[in-house]
């Protein structure tokens, strides 16, 4: 990993350039009337639904009033900055986005009517019919709301008005920028995850909780109810008998019978069937169990199902040239996964975003284990003390305390307070998801504070997974992995009581013609074709990865999946059309 090389591509004072128009071949095939009409819950189905994807009236204001009138038509729930939504303009900090669109619904004596958000970015006011019926903030996480008591009889109307401060406020952000350049990217805003309507019981499933007792051959079941709990519960797991509650209960157990286990060769889930008297859902789960456990030579390695598997895995950020946050198409999310899986690849290290729970549907059911990024916040980041102080002097990277709040950008309480909180409700949301089996909470010291108590706090949260506790440096000797990044130094196996893991390397740029967003390119190393550049990732990973499993090394993270504007160290292009590896 050569620093000469990498110095190359890396432009400290770019000047920012236009992007250019690229497209991915499932947004070039878009149906406007047919957008991302999946379930968007795979993870608890219920029939009663209805999509609310599609056109919707859009403007821009400077105010919080009602809009006199709208501009056009936006196409939801693609962001206003991407090409997909058909509008392509910056939101900006003080401006003030207004959605709206007209509900073909009415109030119903028996049922409660749920308006589902997957996500919006950054903070939402939504109205029912001119009324304020719920202030939600957080631009990554999906929220309910029962709008039922709001809905007339008919003419509903659904407004939606979005804020989104971006890089300039405390709130989680990602790698969004509004001046993007190098590793960071065009910012986003608005409504960017599916939004739809499900019909429930007045007494109804709220969530289910399924956690696999691996080494006993059961689960247990924690169901939440948006009432008392009824009795007369039945249960159905795949391919056995029903099995009936007459009273609640804080958890149901419920034996496997001849188990099967999950893993990347063979990624087997179980359905699990509820039924009550008035509701029915659909969940599913998988037998399995991450552990660390010591070899014969006393090194901790990481384990799925008991057995030692090394992790080899693929940074990947989410971007789409014609969507930006949000893929064009399930086919895409699907395409991405299955491409990474087919280089050889068992893990995908999602970076700093929270993928639609579809995402995590398909790695479940084609077996591709995921390491979860908690998406960074804070005020602006001091670059040359979290990036290219410890990228240069490598000493750093092991000697820096978190307690530096002003260096490390979270002097705001109110910003730690809210990130705690997103950690939490991140955690309650993709817990249902077997493919998960480390959570990462700080990358590249990117707003990180209190790591020991946060890594704690999180084990309580959830006892069933790894902990990634400082991605890349500053390391603060908790968690379950010692976890460095490498791009221009070799790396070489410290003992540690810990697994030890590469969480990223790589980053070799290689620019495709006609397949770029940008003329002037950002990446760790410079190769001018695909066969140069294949060579090089093999030589990488037979030369300075492989030697390392023998000695302790747990996992790798390459970086990465796609382009990504301007930075073109993928593995395949940005719209997705050329694979750049070779395979031996």
């Known amino acids: 990993m050569q620093l000469l090389n990498a110095i190359k591509t890396v432009r400290l004072f770019q000047e920012k350039e236009n992007l250019i128009s690229l497209w991915t071949r499932w947004g070039k095939s878009l149906d406007k009337k047919h957008i991302l009409q999946e379930y968007p819950r795979p993870q608890m189905k219920r029939d009663n639904y209805q999509m609310l994807n599609g056109l919707w009236d859009y403007c821009f204001s400077k105010t919080t009033a009602f809009p006199d009138a709208f501009e056009g038509k936006i196409l939801v729930p693609f962001s206003p900055e991407s090409q997909l939504s058909q509008v ?29 958000f997957g996500a919006v970015d950054q903070i939402a006011d939504v109205y029912i019919n001119q009324l304020l019926i719920e202030h939600h903030v957080g631009g990554y996480l999906p929220f309910t709301i029962d709008i039922t008591d709001a809905l007339k009889e008919k003419d509903n109307l659904l407004t939606v008005c979005v804020q989104d401060l971006s890089d300039t406020s405390y709130h989680s952000k990602g790698k969004q920028r509004l001046n993007r350049g190098g590793m960071y990217y065009t910012a986003q805003s608005g409504i960017w995850q599916s939004v739809w309507l499900e019909w429930v019981p007045q007494n109804y499933i709220q969530d289910v909780k399924i956690i696999p007792d691996y080494d006993h051959d059961q689960i247990k079941v924690s ?31 419920l034996p ?34 991450y ?23 693929v940074l990947d950020q989410g971007y789409w040239p014609d969507g930006l946050y949000t893929a064009p198409a399930d086919e895409a999310l699907i395409y991405d996964i299955q491409t990474m899986k087919d280089l050889g690849f068992n893990m995908i290290r999602k970076h700093i975003k929270i993928e639609p729970s579809r995402w995590y549907y398909h790695c479940d059911r084609l077996g591709m284990i995921v390491w979860q990024d908690m998406v960074n916040g804070g005020d602006p980041y001091h670059t040359w003390f979290i990036t290219w102080m410890p990228s240069v002097l490598s000493w750093t990277k092991k000697h820096i305390s978190d307690k530096h709040s002003y ?60 902990i990634d506790s400082a991605s890349g440096w500053f390391d603060q000797h908790c968690g379950d992995f010692r976890s460095e990044h490498h791009y221009f130094d070799k790396p070489q196996i410290i003992p540690d009581k810990r697994a030890f893991v590469i969480s990223e390397y790589g980053g070799y740029a290689c620019p495709v013609a006609s397949h770029m967003s940008v003329s002037k390119v950002y990446g760790y190393g410079a190769y001018e074709n695909l066969e140069d550049f294949s060579k090089a990732y093999h030589e990488l990973f ?43």
């Open 223 to 253: 169901i939440i109810w948006s009432d008392i709990a009824p009795s007369n519960i039945q249960m159905i797991v795949s391919h056995q008998n029903p099995v009936s509650f007459i009273e609640p209960h804080d958890c149901y157990i």
């Open 407 to 466: 260096l490390l950008s979270r002097k705001n309480q109110k910003g730690k307070d809210e990130w705690i909180l997103e950690c939490q409700k991140t955690i309650e949301h993709l817990s249902h998801f077997p493919c998960i089996s480390t959570w990462v909470l700080f990358n590249e010291a990117w707003g990180q504070f209190q790591t020991k108590e946060l890594t704690q706090y999180i084990r309580q949260l959830d006892e069933t997974r790894f």
């Open 256 to 289: 496997i019978e001849n188990k099967q286990s999950w893993s990347p060769d063979h990624p087997y889930l179980y359905s699990l069937q509820i039924k009550t008297e008035h509701d029915e859902v659909e969940c599913y789960f998988a037998m399995r169990i």
């Open 88 to 116: 392509q303009r910056q939101l900006q900090p003080d401006e003030y986005l207004w959605y709206q669109t007209s509900l073909n619904v009415s109030p119903s004596c028996n049922k409660r009517c749920l308006l589902h």
């Open 542 to 584: 037979k030369q300075t990865i492989a030697p390392l499993i023998k000695q302790g090394l747990c996992g790798a993270v390459y970086t990465q999946v796609s382009d990504i504007e301007e930075e073109v160290n993928g593995l395949l292009t940005y719209d997705r059309e050329i694979c750049k590896l070779i395979s031996k």
């Open 291 to 313: 552990t660390i456990e010591k070899d014969q030579n006393n090194i901790p390695r990481v384990c799925l199902n008991h057995q030692p598997i090394f992790m080899n895995g």
